[in-house]
């Protein structure tokens, strides 16, 4: 099989023969052009597996041979060769569809991490027609037109490096995209390695996310791997990032625009490389305003975006979703025979159909589990549902009265919590005691007065 060949843009005579080295260690064979125009000459001229482009060509912009290749090689992977600093351009090349950029000077890991994906992407569309190729274990259900959309968009977020920021409310599938996006992409090979952010305490961010040499804190025993050492070769969700504290957002930025990390404590940095996809349920270009979040951070992790509609937004996709979800949930079910599940009467889709979800796809979720456990025979009733109205759309939309349904208690009835008690659950889960009565009423479970 002929060597893998690279196309290397640039007008720097060392910068070309660094490259080529570089390549040619790694088995890669490659042919230079110092301007656009001659470029434009070697991609008709030969079939090329992967491009890599300066930014400022003698006739033109790198920005223009992504474009030319977005329109003329569309399965070409073009990476950009930025000058420090510039990372405002890199990612207006990642926004016109280059898929990764690495800066000067040029480090060589990062270069042999970089040309490793695309070449492996370039694999990749040799293997598309392969079945079962990126099929992941939970499907996004859905055929209504956003849903349509959002998965066109996850398909071609796979076939790029870009920094995705998922957006959306709790329960939307966040999450979930965030999976697809890895298991269709560059780094399914390696891990999906998700951390929720607002979870790690303030001050062990840094070790968790960068990892620490022993000795550099008092509790630090040992060496220990940081979340992206962890996920090196794979790809790190950060969740939650708006909770990360304005301290490591520093270092997270420096993380990023480096594609290296330094562990709490050591002396030299080490180049990693992961697939960074991060998400919020906040507003982010909110908390940038109100000074709780880096703008410079916000634009590296926000190259692209992708918004998971609210579940009201799409009530179309109610009744697919619930019989998937009853369709799992069943097989779980001990005692169940196989193959049999209950089926939701028509009363009760059309009341599922017109309730708010302000916990969306988890929140049906819920419903259904409880509904599963409570229905006689094989029909769910609009009884069995337990829907109530909500107290008021904005106290519904607090994640954090969300984050009750994850609590174990979703039998109704079974579990009746004392005051005391109540006041303990709550204080655990960051809610008011108030927020955890009404999501408990919401839920049907009794509290025992
Ligand atoms: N379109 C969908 N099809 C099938 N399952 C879905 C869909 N959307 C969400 N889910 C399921 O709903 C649950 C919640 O999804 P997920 O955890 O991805 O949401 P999230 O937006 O990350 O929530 P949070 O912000 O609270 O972390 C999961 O069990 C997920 O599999």
Redesign the pocket.
Known sequence: MPKPLALVVDDEADLLELIRITLARMGVDAVTAPTLAEAKRQLEQQRIDLCLSDLNLPDGSGLDLVQHIAAHYPDLPIAMITAYGSMESAVAAMKAGAFDFVAKPVDLAALRNLVEAALRLRGRSVLATDAGEGVAD?????SSNV?QQVRALIAKLARTQAPVFIT?E????????ARLIHTQGLHRRGSFVPVNCGAIPPDLVESELFGHKKGSFTGAVADKPGLFQVAAGGTLFL?EVAELPLPAQVKLLRAIQEKAVRPVGAAREISVDIRLIS?S?RDLVREVEEGRFRQDLFYRINVIELR?PALREHPEDIPE?AE?ILGRLAKRTAGRPTGHCPKLSAEAVAALQHYPFPGN??EL?NILERALALCEGDSIRLADLYLQEPLSSKATAD?HE?AVDRVPVSIPNELSLQERDLEAAASALGLTSLALRYRLKRLGIGLGR
């Open positions: 939970t499907p996004l259900i859905g849903m959306g709790s329960g939307t599938g966040k999450e979930l995209a969740d998400a349920h998971m979703l998937y796809v988890r979720e994640r969300i």
